[in-house]
């Protein structure tokens, strides 16, 4: 894999961090409820982040902290709205799954963001031309009826929607080929979409691929990106049903072995900088929220 620039890397590792920091905070009975990582997943918003600009909606998922953090690397605010605390992010009502800033949005129901990003991106070929709506789902998502809808919308008005489907191959506890016939691909192209396949794990490749696809989305060419991912953890926190023999391919332990001295070093500036906010977070007051 190419070398990383120290700022891609340090993210990227921030994401990670972030994750591990959460299943601990857990095992050790200091969260509550449940929250999914996106352990293994972690390239694929940070690949993403430059080719997106401020003025862009993006929409998340339940596995969605790694696209926050790539969004606007406050892992302060995140984790005190997890924690329920002082300067959370939604003060301290969305939790996980559900968050809300600038424009930004994150749900935990399958297949919703699709036909709201659908509408967005239609506000936006009206009133901001050139801007875009990027939406994150699931290869499981592909069993929602809205998928379908938000797609043919999308299509025949040629909207900015830009459809990233991480693939892990497994959808909660059903591996991929015994809950979706066809592909990802031919689902698109049901609808005269575009689908691009995504198996690279180097970044610097990833940004160069999709750079100028990105820019057909804004001229209101709708595209479906499937990135082959991996999911390494569990579901949510503990209940991965996949045999320990299964393939698990991380990014990150090819970036090691290729580029050790840079990886210890940020990874270990990650680590500490994740102990210093668990601690700080957890000492604050708890969040207080006001209706509007």
Known sequence: MNRLADEDLALLLLIRSFEQKLLALFERGELHGTTHTCLGQEYVPVSLRPLLSDGDWVFSNHRGHGHYLARFEDPEGLLAEIMGRKGAVCDGVGGSQHLRRDRYLSTGVQGQSLPVAAGVALHLKRHEPGALACVYIGDGTWGEGAVYEALNMAQLWRLPLLVVVE????????????????????????????????????????????????????????????????????????????????????????????????????????RSRMDTIAEEVAARPLAAWTAA
């Open 167 to 270: 693939h892990n191959g497994i959808a909660q506890s059903t591996p991929t080929e015994l809950q979706m016939a066809g592909t990802v691909a031919g689902r698109a192209a049901a609808f005269g979409i575009g689908c691009t396949q995504v198996s690279s794990l180097d970044v610097a490749e990833i940004r160069r691929h999709l750079a100028p696809l990105v820019e057909t989305v804004r001229d209101g060419s709708p595209l479906v990106v499937e990135f082959a991912t991996h999911r390494l953890g569990p579901h949510s926190k503990g209940d991965d049903t996949r045999p320990p023999d299964a393939v698990r391919l991380d990014w990150y332990a090819s970036y090691q072995a290729e580029h050790p001295d840079q990886s210890a070093r940020i990874e270990a500036v990650a």
